[in-house]
């Protein structure tokens, strides 16, 4: 069994900075690649950012150069750092696992497209 527990979701005014966290837990060997994505009320959920296990990142456009992923392997946990925020930014925020490999008590076992329950990011005007 595994999780993804998003934190750091806040009420923030526009121009302001949050990092979002979100923390894979389970008997976890190995994580492809971890992505943020957003819905908006109304919305479609839609890709934030993406990052793959080398480290290679890529950001939908209207985020470009203010938010920042990352990760850290060690501690299976991926990053959202979201600067000069502005009040289209308002969202629930999840995190998303493509493939999690995970100890079995005989053979691996792996578990394909895992979300957190995500984290509420609003943005003040």
């Known amino acids: 069994q595994v999780q993804l527990v998003e934190s750091g979701g806040a009420l923030v005014q526009a121009g302001g900075s949050l990092r979002l966290s979100c923390a894979a837990s389970?008997?976890?060997?190995?994580?492809?690649?971890m992505a943020w994505y957003r819905q908006a009320p109304g919305k479609q959920r839609e890709l934030v950012a993406a990052?793959?296990?080398?480290?290679?990142?890529n950001y939908t456009d209207s985020v470009k150069g203010r938010f920042t992923i990352s990760r850290d392997n060690a501690k299976n946990t991926v990053y959202l750092q979201m600067n000069s925020l502005k009040p289209e930014d308002t969202a629930v925020y999840y995190c998303?696992?493509?493939?999690?490999?995970?100890?079995?008590?005989?053979?691996?076992?792996?578990?394909?497209?895992?979300w957190g329950q995500g984290t509420q990011v609003t943005v003040s005007s």
């Open positions: 998303n696992a493509d493939r999690i490999g995970t100890q079995g008590y005989s053979s691996p076992i792996f578990y394909a497209d895992v």
């Open positions: 389970g008997r976890i060997f190995s994580i492809n690649a």
């Open positions: 990052i793959t296990k080398g480290g290679n990142t």
